[in-house]
Structures are given as structure tokens and as C-alpha cells.
């Protein structure tokens, strides 16, 4: 980049477009291109972006159900009970105990990380053109999945959902016992128990942060090297069938989020 802050190098341009806009918590300014923000910054951009798309589904849902008819129903309402129908039938095969939360968790997560993820669909330079130039902003990621923060925010609200159902079905001495005394039973494994156990109940939230984050991020930064790499004219021809290929994946890593949840939700719920 240069003195001037203008975009010069292919790799100024893909170095821009990895960067969020943070805030300083401690001076509530915004970092500039080249500062270290330090632990206390927020990505205000991948907040925004993530509650505004929260709202939406529930704008969405909500107007649907209230205008929900018996008789001949229009397109939304179609499209939207066809996907309670498939989180629905999901959440009975996974799940066996019995919740009034889950099958709303599992509607919620599939939704709102598919509209997160969607994101990455519009043109790379679009929303962060207008808001270097209408608003006047140093950076903007437009993919809140992309962001770890926010998929490791989500994950370890399912880890909270995992400690919770443990210790609702188990109590707190069957909790303990089954990361002391499995998978072998004897009181002199407690140590090794306690490591395996504990090792294999922290992985979920990690993988299941990072599983998300790592391909929503891959596949943004894929869309950034073609725009940055490729001349004007000729980006179409990958980015077309990147993006048609990239709709798989936005659903399919939607869809894993919510099974996993699901499986983990039901593992911690089983009473032995």
C-alpha cells in the first residue's frame, strides 16, 4: 500500500481485504490500516453483519407466521416450512431425549450461519467500496463466518448447551464420574480418564469453530485472489463456477453446524 493508502500491488489488495474493521475498546476509535488493535478490539464489521442477518431471519420467520394460511400458500411460506420440515425431521433422527430447545437451536443455527455464509456470494468489492468511499471506513469483511471470533462465539455457546445438558441429565457427581471414570473404570485411571475425557469434551467446540471458520475463510480468500490476480475481463470465467460450486458449500457447512450441534447436544443429553 502506499504513502497515500491507495491499493498499488495485488498484494496490497488481498491484505486489505483480510482485514475487519476493529474497534479500540479502550480510545472507542477505529484502527487504521497498519496498527496493532491489541486484545481489547472488536470486528465491528462481522458483528454488524451477523445480528443484522439474526434479525433478518427472524423478520422473516416471523412475518411468515403470522400471515401463515390453511389454504393455497405462497412461495416464502412453501420455502420456509420446507425447511422447519427438513430441520424437524433432522433433529427426531439425531435427537432422542426430549427438549423443547433443540429443534428451535438447530432452525436457528441452520438459518442464520447459511445467511452468514451467503454473504460471500456478493461481488468481493462491493460492500467494501462503499464503505471506504460513502462512509468513509478503513476496512470491511463482509463474511461473519470467515471471522474466527464470531464462529468460535457460536461454538462455545454450544459448549455452555453441553455443560448445561451434562450436568441436567447426569448431575453434577454423574458428570464428574464419566470424565473420571470412562473409558476405563478404575479408580487408579482417574488421571488418565481425566485427560482423555477432557481432551476429547474441549475438541468439540474448537472443531466445531474451526471447521466452519476454515472453509468459509478458504473459500473467500479464493474469490479475493481471482479479483486481485486476474485482469477485469477475464475473472468471470472462475469466478462463475467458484461461486455455483461455493452455494454447496455455504449450505453444506450450515448443515454440518447444526448436525454436530445436534449429535452433541444429544450425546450430553444421554443419561449413561
Same mark, same amino acid.
Given at each position: ?48 453483519? !451477523?445480528?443484522? #442477518? $439474526?434479525?433478518?431471519? %427472524?423478520?422473516? @420467520?416471523?412475518?411468515?407466521?403470522? =400471515?401463515?394460511? &390453511? *389454504? ?80 468460535? !462465539?457460536?461454538? #462455545? $455457546?454450544?459448549?455452555? %448447551?453441553?455443560? @448445561?445438558?451434562?450436568?441436567?441429565? =447426569?448431575?453434577? &457427581? *454423574? ?98
Amino acid at each position: 500500500m502506499s504513502a497515500s493508502g491507495e491499493i498499488s500491488t495485488p498484494q496490497d489488495y488481498i491484505g486489505h481485504h483480510l482485514n475487519n474493521l476493529q474497534m479500540d475498546l479502550r480510545t472507542m476509535e477505529l484502527v487504521k490500516h497498519g496498527d496493532t488493535p491489541g486484545f481489547w478490539a472488536i470486528n465491528i464489521d462481522s458483528m454488524f453483519f !451477523s445480528i443484522v #442477518l $439474526g434479525l433478518l431471519f %427472524l423478520f422473516i @420467520f416471523r412475518r411468515v407466521a403470522v =400471515k401463515a394460511s &390453511s *389454504g393455497v400458500p405462497g412461495k416464502l411460506q412453501c420455502a420456509v416450512e420446507l425447511i422447519i420440515d427438513f430441520v424437524n425431521g433432522t433433529v427426531k433422527d439425531m435427537y432422542h431425549g426430549n427438549s423443547k430447545l433443540i429443534a428451535p437451536l438447530a432452525l436457528t443455527v441452520f438459518v442464520w450461519v447459511f445467511l452468514m455464509n451467503t454473504m460471500d456470494l456478493l461481488p468481493i468489492d462491493l460492500l467494501p467500496y462503499l464503505g471506504e468511499h460513502v462512509l468513509g471506513l478503513p476496512a470491511l469483511r463482509v463474511v461473519p463466518t470467515a471471522d474466527v471470533s464470531v464462529t468460535l !462465539s457460536m461454538a #462455545l $455457546g454450544v459448549f455452555i %448447551l453441553i455443560l @448445561f445438558y451434562s450436568i441436567k441429565m =447426569k448431575g453434577v &457427581s *454423574g458428570f464428574v464420574k464419566e470424565l473420571t471414570m470412562q473409558p476405563f473404570n478404575h479408580w487408579a485411571f482417574i488421571p488418565v480418564n481425566l485427560i482423555l475425557e477432557g481432551v476429547s469434551l474441549l475438541s468439540k467446540p474448537v472443531s466445531l469453530g474451526l471447521r466452519l471458520f476454515g472453509n468459509m475463510y478458504a473459500g473467500e480468500l479464493i474469490f479475493i485472489l481471482i479479483a486481485g490476480l486476474l485482469p477485469w475481463w477475464s475473472q468471470w470465467l472462475l469466478n462463475v463456477p467458484w461461486a455455483i460450486f461455493h452455494i454447496l458449500i455455504i449450505t453444506l457447512q450450515a448443515f454440518i453446524f447444526m448436525v454436530l450441534t445436534i449429535v452433541y447436544l444429544s450425546m450430553a443429553s444421554e443419561e449413561h
